[in-house]
């Protein structure tokens, strides 16, 4: 439990309620993954706008479970908003999609949903 993800901050934002908790999860696991696979999307399809939207969205959940991986999300958000087309972002992308994808599978576990 808890390895590629942190509940620190969220038992702390729910004030150790357990149901309350669950359902952070249960948000984290409904729209992070959605909104990796549009930031992977808009990413290939070089679309920075949507990228940076993509990005951006999903920094404060990514913050709030800690999944270690913010400074190389705001790195892929920054490809975006500022249009850096001479940056290949890839390689932070897949950092970031792996991070979200370990903490995906081992929240499912942990919470059993």
Known sequence: MEQHYKL???RELADNDESFIAALAEAFLE???EDAERLKKAV???DYHEAYQAAHKMKP???LFELGVLATLIEVQDWGKFT???LDVTPQLKVVITA???AVAEMKVD???
Do not use: Q, S, W, Y
């Open 8 to 10: 620190f901050r969220v």
């Open 61 to 63: 959940t990514i913050d």
């Open 111 to 113: 919470f059993n949903l």
């Open 31 to 33: 729209e992070v993954p």
């Open 44 to 46: 290939a399809a070089k």
């Open 100 to 102: 979200i994808e370990n």
């Open 84 to 86: 850096k087309k001479e």
